[in-house]
């Protein structure tokens, strides 16, 4: 999940920023700048600098502006996410159930701190406050695959259905 620079100073392909743009031309009159910001992860995966500061620009905006509303929502990434994104509760009920110990064995297995990303592009971590499982504590995701009741010692299996 590699990205380079374009031309435009712009993080992806030249052919990504050109969508951007259109994208953006096309849904400026309804001023969402949540549409625009879902339009832009959706291109390039997360929302980069970058992209923030061409939104901002393009819409007539300050690009504090812009944070404010995709800091806002918890949908809006600001870090690549790998082909398989983990995600662990840490959680009040997922806590004191152990969620911190697996946080930690996932960490020092993948090599990451929280919202990083493996060099390969494979996986990326977070942390997150609930997954609204709690009857299943402690609980993580593997993209949209759900993993309740989950002990250390299932960290290195879980992993291996996706390397």
Known sequence: MSCKTCTAGIVGTPEQDKKLRESIASLHGDHSLVQVLQVAQEIYGYLPEEVIDVIASELGISTES???????????NFSPKGKYAVSVCLGTACYVKGSGEIYQK?????????????????FSLDACRCLGACGLAPVLTVNDEVYGKVTPDQINGILAKYE
């Open 106 to 122: 996932i960490k020092d297995k993948l090599k990451v701190e929280d919202g990083g990303c493996t060099p390969d592009g494979k």
């Open 66 to 76: 812009v944070y404010s509303v995709a800091t806002f929502y918890s949908q809006f």
